[in-house]
């Protein structure tokens, strides 16, 4: 069975402090696709990247980044630089390989990251 | 604009009542999901249905139904058979198997 473990349950830190989120999954599929959403306070759920499971470089977008290392199975989540903005839950995601039948999505726990001015 | 909606924001039920929940999305999407969320928690799947007129259980299924009838539209109905109802319902569409975007959710409330 598939599974996806988020550490932290809460991280609190200052403006314009960098920030990691952990996340580890399980899997025995050969092929899957890791995802970061984040969920303010509002509750709808926003995309933020996919990855593949051939794909193992590393991805910058504007202040965040992504570090998936096969070999330990760690898709780990990078805010830099953090803005009280940043303040939400953080889910990792693993899906099965693409089947006809769609894929299901496997959430962690979600981490709440918390950013003080 | 192309989106997903989810209506009602907030919702109340009495004990042994039957509510539905929707769900529309214009992005033309095949596949549709339903997410159950508890305080503090991850996402679970209540159902997903791939096209119209087919739909699977996901991990929580029991205690809820479906229907897919349009590509639009899939609606979720919590039965009086769910013993714990109360928790956030969130509703997504992918292309296919591709990535899932989420509507803003139903909070759902039992009186």
């Known amino acids: 069975a598939q599974k996806v473990t988020q550490a932290q349950t809460e991280i609190s830190v200052v403006e314009k402090e960098d920030v990691t989120l952990d996340c580890v999954y399980e899997t025995r599929d050969t092929t899957y696709y890791l995802f970061w959403y984040k969920q303010p306070p509002s509750g709808e759920l926003v995309f933020l990247i996919r990855r593949n499971s051939f794909d193992e470089q590393n991805e910058i977008s504007g202040r965040y980044s992504w570090n998936f290392q096969k070999s330990t199975s760690s898709f780990n989540f990078t805010i830099t630089a953090s803005q009280v903005v940043d303040s939400a839950v953080y889910f990792c995601a693993l899906s099965e390989a693409i089947k006809a039948a769609g894929n299901k999505l496997t959430f962690g726990g979600g981490t709440r990251v918390l950013v003080k001015p | 604009d192309g989106g997903i909606t989810q209506s009602p924001k907030y919702l109340f039920r009495k004990e042994g009542q039957n509510v539905t929940l929707s769900c529309e999305q214009n992005l033309n999407h095949d596949a549709m999901y339903w997410y159950r969320q508890d305080p503090g928690q991850g996402l679970r799947l209540i159902y997903y249905?791939?096209?119209?007129?087919?739909?699977q259980k996901g991990d929580i299924a029991e205690g809820y139904s479906v229907s897919r009838e349009k590509k639009e539209s899939f609606p979720l109905t919590v039965t009086s058979a769910q013993k714990n109802p109360t928790a956030f319902y969130l509703c997504?569409?992918?292309?296919?198997?591709?990535?899932?975007?989420f509507g803003p959710g139903t909070r759902l409330t039992v009186l």
């Open positions: 249905s791939q096209i119209v007129n087919d739909f």
């Open positions: 997504a569409s992918a292309e296919s198997a591709d990535t899932q975007y």
